[in-house]
């Protein structure tokens, strides 16, 4: 009888330990998140530099590459990755301005999503 009364009271004392440590799995959740989104957000200078440096060439190439209209699309980069956007007149016209930027180097990957062919740019968001 007196072990029966042990063991409720291991299982009780080992229920409420383990459901107080639920909070705090989500807390420790929650703050990795929070410090994956701010290690994006804090770029190191050296980084920065780089993609202003890619964004920069990738705007050049297209400034002197017969066939795309430069001043109809914009063009960001983060981590390496090269956002297009705005309007081209058609679809070669678009894959055109991706393999141009592609091949700049230090240019990871391009996104094209935002780059409309014909009609009007998508609405941001």
């Not at 107080?20 to 804090?42: K, L, T, Y």
């Not at 240019?107 to 014909?118: E, F, H, I, N, W």
């Amino acid at each position: 009888m007196r072990t029966s009364t042990i063991r409720h009271s291991l299982y009780a004392t080992t229920l409420v330990f383990a459901f107080a440590a639920i909070p705090f799995g989500q807390v420790a959740a929650q703050d990795a998140g929070a410090r994956m989104q701010q290690s994006s957000e804090n770029q190191t200078v050296p980084d920065k530099a780089a993609d202003a440096w890619i964004t920069t060439k990738v705007k050049s190439e297209f400034g002197t590459t017969k066939g795309i209209p430069a001043t109809d699309i914009s063009v960001s980069t983060h981590d390496g990755v090269v956002t297009l956007s705005g309007t081209v007149a058609s679809q070669a016209q678009k894959e055109h301005a991706e393999r141009v930027a592609q091949r700049v180097k230090g240019v990871k990957s391009v996104d094209a999503s935002g780059l409309t062919v014909g009609g009007t740019p998508p609405a941001e968001k």
